[in-house]
């Protein structure tokens, strides 16, 4: 059996993996005054940051319903199924329109996984089922280690504004407006597929501190595990603290990675995330 890999342009998994692995990709789409630019595809994280300090914030869509039809019967030439994996349903309705392009199309088994969170650490569970693919593994195995993968994978974030998540509907006002009067930096994780505050912190540093604990307390126990840290435009900031971790963490396998312009949109510049899984 022939398994393709699809994932969503939220994974921000950089174009040469994606070919290296032969992992597909569906973008979501920024839209700047009634102009729609796919990311990865017409605007590059880059071009994004520079964008948004002269124009207002952009409204950001999920995919067409079509492009996952016309993707999956494209497929269907080649191979005898797809795991489609996308961000949180909890965020976006991306997934459920995976599960709807599922029932249109004919001729190929379609498994959609709901990674139940985003950005690179998405990237992790498509990375994982392409290499699998690529051995012949099965389909429903690739998806069991998928599943076993979702018990270890922990990932924060933290914002240095919050009015981002709030005005996208990501968190509620009453937590935006805490955050904003007490000038705290807080914490953030994924919890039942949204994303909630984990816990409060008053400064940049000690948010990142915390989570070199919360990291420290899995891969202490010698284990191998991957990890990454995902940057809003804060790739110098991002390689430092890269550096660091990889001399505390001799274990863990470190990549580097960013919030492209669609999570951009609603973490806003300068946001820094570091999530992780048992290998």
Not at 10 to 32: C, N
Not at 45 to 67: C, D, H, N, W
Request: aromatic share 10%.
């Amino acid at each position: 059996m022939k398994t393709a890999v699809v994932t969503d342009s939220t994974a921000y998994i950089p174009k040469e993996l994606r070919e290296k692995w032969g992992i597909y990709m569906i973008p979501l789409s920024v839209i700047f005054d009634h102009e729609t630019y796919r990311e990865e595809i017409d605007i590059s994280a880059e071009e994004f940051y520079k964008e948004v300090k002269q124009r207002e914030l952009p409204s950001t869509s999920m995919p067409p319903i079509g492009e996952f039809v016309a993707l999956f019967e494209k497929l269907m030439k080649e191979y005898d199924a797809v795991i489609s994996i996308h961000l949180s349903s909890g965020i976006s309705g991306t997934f459920q329109g995976a599960v709807s392009a599922c029932d249109m199309v004919d001729g190929i088994k379609v498994y959609p996984f709901d990674s139940e969170i985003s950005a690179m650490v998405q990237g992790f569970y498509a990375l994982e089922a392409a290499e699998l693919a690529e051995q012949g593994v099965h389909v429903e195995e690739i998806l069991e280690r998928l599943k076993e993968m979702k018990r270890s994978i922990r990932a924060y974030f933290m914002v240095d504004d919050l009015s981002h998540l709030q005005r996208g509907g990501r968190l509620s006002n009453a937590q935006a407006l805490i955050g904003s009067l007490l000038q705290v930096k807080p914490l953030l994780h994924f919890q039942d597929k949204k994303i909630v505050p984990f816990e409060k912190v008053r400064t940049r540093k000690k948010a990142m501190n915390r989570v070199v604990e919360l990291l420290a307390a899995d891969a202490n126990s010698g284990e191998e595990y991957r990890a990454v840290i995902i940057h809003a435009n804060r790739e110098a900031e991002a390689l430092e603290w890269k550096s660091e971790l990889e001399s505390l963490f001799p274990n863990v396998e470190f990549l580097l990675s960013y919030f492209g312009p669609v999570i951009g949109t609603h973490l806003g510049e300068g946001s820094m995330g570091l999530g992780w899984y048992k290998k």
